[in-house]
Nanobody
Framework: QVQFVESGGGLVQAGGSLRLSCAASGSIFSIPSVAWYRQAPSKQRELVASITNGGSINYADSVKGRFTISRDNAKNMVYLQMNTLKPEDTAIYYC?????????????????WGQGTLVTVSS
């Protein structure tokens, strides 16, 4: 079963840094694209950053210049380096990916979500 597991969340003071990791496992042939989303209390889930296997990267305007997304294709890992954190960055951060693999015995392309990791930035 293909799954993604996030880690690295926690409590940090404003101005601090955190590095989130997302580890993919299971029957995976390729990961054409992967992204980090976040959902703050009482708000809709929003895209934070995305990266394709060709290296194309996009960031939400609110995190440009502060966050960096990267991936290690050999290890099926995705990272989100978050610097100069602000209280408004407080949210649950989710890893999301388009995966070519095998899920429940079927081979194809699937959208996979991780379970999320909580980031809390104190003022």
């Amino acid at each position: 079963q293909v799954q993604f597991v996030e880690s690295g969340g926690g409590l940090v003071q404003a101005g601090g840094s955190l590095r989130l990791s997302c580890a993919a496992s299971g029957s995976i042939f390729s990961i054409p694209s992967v992204a980090w989303y976040r959902q703050a209390p009482s708000k809709q889930r929003e895209l934070v950053a995305s990266i394709t296997n060709g290296g194309s990267i996009n960031y939400a305007d609110s995190v440009k210049g502060r966050f960096t997304i990267s991936r290690d294709n050999a290890k099926n890992m995705v990272y989100l380096q978050m610097n100069t954190l602000k209280p408004e960055d407080t949210a649950i951060y989710y890893c999301n990916a388009l995966v070519q693999g095998v899920v429940r015995g079927s081979r194809g392309y699937f959208e996979i979500w991780g379970q999320g990791t909580l980031v809390t930035v104190s003022s």
